[in-house]
């Protein structure tokens, strides 16, 4: 099955989905005996979860922020397509794929 993409946004969103997906640790149902317990226990699996998924994320994004800038500063323009495409394949790709 071949799906259609409607906008490079589209593209970008679905690779962080992907990207975090892919680096967020599968959980094991907690069963704690209570009900209450089983829910608190969860939830406190998705914090450590968002917070451990945040810091690499803000890392990749300052990386990328970095990189971009630095362009944009030195030289004194847009980055060229061709430019956001090496930055792309050869920086970020890596930072997320294992």
Same mark, same amino acid.
């Given at each position: 099955m071949v799906r259609r993409r409607n906008s490079k946004a589209?593209? =970008?969103a679905e690779l962080i989905i992907a990207a975090i997906r892919h680096h967020t640790?599968?959980? @094991?149902?907690p069963d704690t005996g209570t009900l209450r317990g089983d829910v608190l226990a969860l939830l406190d699996?998705?914090?450590a979860s968002v917070s451990q998924m945040s810091? =690499?994320?803000?890392?990749?994004?300052?990386v990328l922020t970095f990189i971009f800038a630095d362009y @944009?500063?030195?030289n004194q323009a847009p980055v060229p397509p061709a430019t956001l495409t090496e930055i792309v394949?050869?920086?970020?790709?890596?930072l997320v794929r294992p």
């Open positions: 589209a593209r =970008g640790p599968a959980t @094991v149902p699996q998705m914090s810091a =690499g994320v803000s890392e990749i994004a300052g @944009v500063m030195i394949d050869r920086i970020f790709l890596p």
